[in-house]
């Protein structure tokens, strides 16, 4: 019995493989367009427009910025409200994780914690106007238990930025803090209740370590949701004050003085800051262990 | 050798249950393990083994009865206070911790002093024949290293009981083997007591000198390896210790105390279990190994060959019988599939359960 083989050329993948190329790689291409056009080209045109300044040589917005404390001081201003607001809600989103893998109706809350994510931060701050005003519930609830006897002021001021970045926020850190916990091995924990451990011990010893490239991450992605906070600054917080923060600089620099090369020069140096600090975390996460978190060989 | 088990005399388990919303996982079982004894846990996946063994390490707590060690309640003790040494299938090893520091982990929970840890880690090592591999991490061994460790870790605390989750599962074939024999050498070593929940009754009757049957959450039958293999207490229990022949019929009288089954126009004689009148529905059952070709007018149980194993000193094969029951044999010499054989079984190989 002869089997006939058609004498045809070998299909396209067939040669790119010959040539050591593999044909399902170039199913990247049109990512990678979208990528270099949405991503890259405006990211160096950014980049070159602020070395181009209105007045003087290549750097000079950037020697502007540095010498000017009312520019560079919205660093710290935005480290200020950006860095305790990311610790708190890993520190909260921990304990509250830690929790809710033993539930078994994960689902629901999950539900309700992803909704502030879906009505986004203007939303939010509206909200909050209200509910954190002179008149508004919170206020009058602290009035009415006797805890406090005038309103307190929560409102366009560093407090009524950090709560709507803190709340926006948390859904999104808990979320992936609740998949890290989840993802650890629950036998590792037995493991360590037979060997003596209490719940503190197998906390520190057992989940700690396994969770921190996890929390450097998360960290790290919640950081810079919060570096870049625009709204809730400009709605509940004190723009030409105390939450006076980065994004705000450059939105004055490029749609108030006109000076893109300026705002584009902020930008930057916004960048360059949030990568400094994700740079940092990530290197102290290299001090710890990073593997899997199962007890076993996979 | 220094490691040693701690002293007690008895556990006992009183009516212990577990049951999940209206599951019962495990009802009234009773059991006393005494100090020194190797004990295994025997059943199918789903008996309650694990249930078991769980609950007596308090990962489990019990929804009934009561866990007595030397008399003292241990049942509502949160698992780090009752210190017994666990082994777990998936050896759940800490993954961020060295060899040396997942053996030291309980010492180190303990307070042992530094010296004296660094001498008893050491001497586990040594009797898990790791010496060397103290600074790696538990990725970088291979399976049968790791389980090594997780026995080493579940020892160098000094435990009064050494409970095991099927330790060997994730192994393969040789390797098992070989763990086997390391298992046994390092319970008769250490004087320990050992509690070992497998599903794989080979491994049980070399490893245990008391086996537990439990199947559908309660225990079946408690006995030395050979009282189980030889005389096992019901259906089941004979199935799961490889008496893989049944031939379902009727009873009359034999002689010399036996009883015959009627079925397929042949009748097997074997040892009555249980009270059979004449005429009863009953079950005979027997190992592939007894049941042999014998010549044709020997008058056996006429079948045909349907396949043929080889097994290197000898050969499986299955036939069937005009009634369509499969029965397995072994012979000396390959036979041809489609041959029309008759079979032989020893009576006094041969066990008759009431239906």
Known sequence: MAISIPASRPKLRQRLALRQIDGVTLLLLPALLVVVLLFVYPFAYGLLLSLRPKVGGFAANYIAFFTDPYLYNTIFATLNVSVPVTVLSLILALPIAFRVRLLKHQRLLTTILVIPITLGTVLVAEGLLNYLGPQGWFNRTLIWLGLIHSPIRLLHNYWGVFASLLITGFPFTFLMTLSYVSGVDPALERAAATLGANAGRRFWHIFLPLLVPGLAINFCLSFVQNFSVFPSAVLLGAPAGETRVIAIAAYQAAFEHYDYSMGSAIAIIMGVVQLLVVGLVLAVRNLFYRGSTTGAKG | ?355
Not at chain 2, 41 to 63: E, H, R, W, Y
Not at chain 2, 107 to 124: F, N, T, V
Not at chain 2, 130 to 155: F, H, M, N, T, Y
């Open chain 2, 1 to 355: 050798m220094t490691i040693a088990s701690s002293r007690f005399d008895t556990l006992a388990l009183q009516g212990v249950g577990r049951s999940f919303g209206p599951v019962n996982a495990l009802h009234g079982v009773d059991l006393t393990i005494r100090r020194g004894e190797f004990v295994a846990l025997l059943g199918p996946s789903g008996c309650g083994k694990s249930t078991t063994l769980n609950c007596i390490a308090g990962l489990l707590p019990i929804t009934n009865g009561q866990i007595l060690l030397d008399g003292k309640r241990i049942d509502t003790l949160p698992p780090e206070d009752r210190g017994f040494g666990m082994v777990f299938q998936n050896y759940a090893l800490f993954p961020h911790m060295t060899v040396r520091q997942n053996i030291g982990f309980g010492l180190r929970m303990r307070g042992i002093a530094k010296d004296e840890a660094a001498r008893r880690i050491e001497e586990a090592v040594r009797l898990v024949r790791l010496q060397g591999q103290e600074d790696k991490l538990p990725g970088q061994l291979s399976g049968g290293q790791q389980q090594r460790v997780s026995i080493a870790r579940a020892v160098v605390i000094e435990p009064p009981l050494v409970l095991m989750d099927e330790p060997l599962s994730n192994l393969d074939a040789k390797l098992r083997l070989e763990m086997r024999a390391e298992i046994r050498r390092i319970h008769n070593a250490l004087g320990a007591t050992t509690i070992y929940v497998t599903h794989d009754q080979d491994e049980a009757l070399s490893l245990a000198d008391r086996i537990v049957v439990l199947r559908d959450g309660t225990i079946r039958q408690i006995g030395r390896p050979s009282e189980l293999y030889e005389a096992p207490a019901d259906i089941d229990v004979a199935e799961f210790m490889g008496f893989r022949n049944r031939i379902d019929g009727r009873s009359t009288k034999g002689e010399n105390g036996l009883v015959r089954i009627e079925a397929d126009g042949a009748s097997i004689s074997g040892k009555a279990n249980g009270r059979i009148a004449d005429g009863d529905a009953a079950v005979a059952l027997f190992r592939a190994e007894d049941l042999t070709i014998c010549p044709d007018d020997a008058g056996g149980i006429r079948a045909t060959v349907d396949a043929v194993e080889y097994r290197g000193r000898e050969f499986v094969g299955l036939a069937r019988t005009k009634s369509g029951t499969v029965l397995s044999f072994t012979s000396e010499t390959a036979t041809e599939v489609g041959r029309d054989v008759t079979l032989s079984v020893d009576p006094g190989r041969v066990l008759v359960f009431p239906a």
